[in-house]
């Protein structure tokens, strides 16, 4: 699937899914209005007593205890952070759905605990990445230039997402996020075995070299390229140095702090006041600002570099930065955060195949997008916290789990390329956690529909004022 072709299928998909849903309101319209006429009519006490219910069924819990869902799930969280930040996905995708349908818990308290996993992972990735030097420059493993470039509109996206999530109806979500999650998969795995052809052809070209030196007794230093092992020996220390940029960190530091003062301030004020409008709509001119100036450096530094004549690239991304190719940069950016606030996940589901469609390679497209998505996801667990959305216990468990698993699942999975000289595996573990994601929301997403068709339930737009 080409790059064209794969948007023509996002764009023909979404504009199916939401038409639909125009069809179905119109079907069920007639069921529901006498479906709420039948409530209307119940006694003040009947009608008090399921409204207690309805609240309290709200918020599901678990009891933090040694059972067979408990271990389950810890497998399940382990796996799906060490191979979900190694694709740099965060694991999302796979998160919501155990916590819902092994554990037990509630939708909104299963999305709240998803992104303390993903935060604990991300934080373990990094921290293992920054230890970690670049497989072939001399330049850190984590392009601070696309993570600036990236991370305002991430957030961004996030924030319309989750307010997307309170409008848009249950099943169409699922069935805008399989959609996109189908077609990412499919074209990160059509890019992993491109890559995998690529390296396939450089080790035969290496082999034959080698055996052409032997053949003329030629002194035959090891040509085999070490993709984890940098050209000059460093300590850890000076590598954690080199990779740890502080301007940079502190550029995107002050940003998240900007986002989560405003998205604690409006989660004070009432829900669709003029203060809260002017709240949501400042976040706009914030993120746009971030990114005009970063779309500004690259955009100069691309133009100085090519008068000049040099081809080597302004960052990771193998692109001549464009007006179109900025602009394009912001809608991905948005949509994968929309996608996070709309399924609990971190935004790196389109982030991460995203990298590696612009010509990132895949070490620098894993750190790159966990990196983001620790700011992220660490916005979202802060804001959660404040509206006491997930149980304490839990969330320390799940993270400790979630830590070991970024940590540890890195260190292996870069080892095994180091030693097949396979840095595709990275893409092909991308492409496998987002394909399992799908499938995954694809089961919740079909029991939560029929359980909500079975109920007469609602099912087209709802108004995001009175849904709050």
């Known amino acids: 699937m080409g790059t064209r072709g794969f948007v023509i299928y996002l764009l023909a998909g979404f504009s199916i899914a939401i038409l639909s849903t125009f069809y179905l309101s119109k079907q069920n319209s007639t069921a529901s209005y006498a479906y709420n006429l039948r409530l209307s009519s119940m006694n003040q006490t009947e009608n008090s007593l399921m409204q207690y219910e309805f609240h309290s069924a709200l ?3 678990p009891e933090l205890k040694f059972s067979w869902r408990l271990v389950l799930a810890t497998i399940i969280g382990f796996l799906g952070s060490a ?3 190694v694709g740099g996905v965060g694991g999302g995708g796979l998160f919501v759905p155990m916590l819902t349908l092994i554990v037990g818990f509630d939708a909104k308290s299963a999305a709240a605990l998803s992104k303390c996993m993903i935060m604990g992972a991300s934080a373990s990735s990094v921290w293992y990445n920054l230890r970690v030097p670049h497989p072939y420059r001399q330049v850190p493993i984590i392009d601070y230039d696309l993570a600036l470039l990236f991370q305002p509109m991430l957030m961004l996206g996030i924030t319309i997402g989750v307010a997307l999530s309170v409008v848009f109806p ?3 979500i699922t069935i805008l996020i399989i959609i996109l999650f189908l077609g990412t998969s499919s074209r990160s795995f059509y890019k992993a075995i491109e890559m995998w052809k690529e390296e396939t052809i450089l080790k035969k070209e290496i ?4 055996d052409a030196r032997v053949k003329h007794g030629d002194l035959v230093i090891d040509a085999d390229y070490e993709p984890l092992v940098p050209e000059e020996e460093k300590t850890p220390l000076q590598i954690f140095r080199f990779n740890l940029r502080w301007r940079r960190l502190l550029v995107l530091i002050l940003v998240w702090i900007c986002f989560l003062v405003l998205q604690v301030i409006k989660n004070d004020v009432q829900v669709c006041s003029v203060q809260y409008w ?5 976040q706009f001119p914030l993120a746009f600002v971030v990114f005009g100036y970063e779309c500004k450096t690259l955009y100069g530094e691309s133009n100085r570099r090519r008068k000049e004549g040099n081809t080597v690239s302004v960052c990771e991304a193998s692109l001549e930065w464009t007006p179109i190719q900025l602009a394009f940069c912001a809608l991905c950016g948005i949509v994968g955060g929309t996608v996070g606030g709309l399924l609990g996940s971190g935004g790196g589901f389109v982030l991460g195949p995203l990298l590696l469609e612009i010509g990132v390679i895949p070490q620098v ?4 997008a966990t990196f983001v998505m620790l700011f992220s996801s660490s916005l979202s667990v802060v804001e959660f916290y404040l509206l006491k959305r997930f149980p304490i216990p839990y969330a320390l468990y799940l993270m400790g789990v979630s830590v070991m698993a970024g940590f540890w699942g890195q260190f292996f999975v870069r080892k095994l390329v180091a030693f097949l000289k396979r840095a595709s595996l990275i893409v092909f573990i991308l492409s496998s956690v987002i394909f399992a994601s799908a499938l995954t929301m694809g089961v919740i997403g079909t029991e939560t529909s029929m359980r909500m068709i079975k109920n007469h339930e609602f099912m087209g737009f709802l108004e995001f004022c009175s849904s709050q």
């Open 59 to 61: 918020k599901i819990w």
């Open 83 to 85: 191979f979900g930040t």
């Open 170 to 172: 249950y099943w169409l």
């Open 207 to 210: 082999k034959l070299l080698q």
């Open 278 to 282: 002017l709240l949501f709509c400042l």
């Open 365 to 368: 497209s894993s750190a790159t």
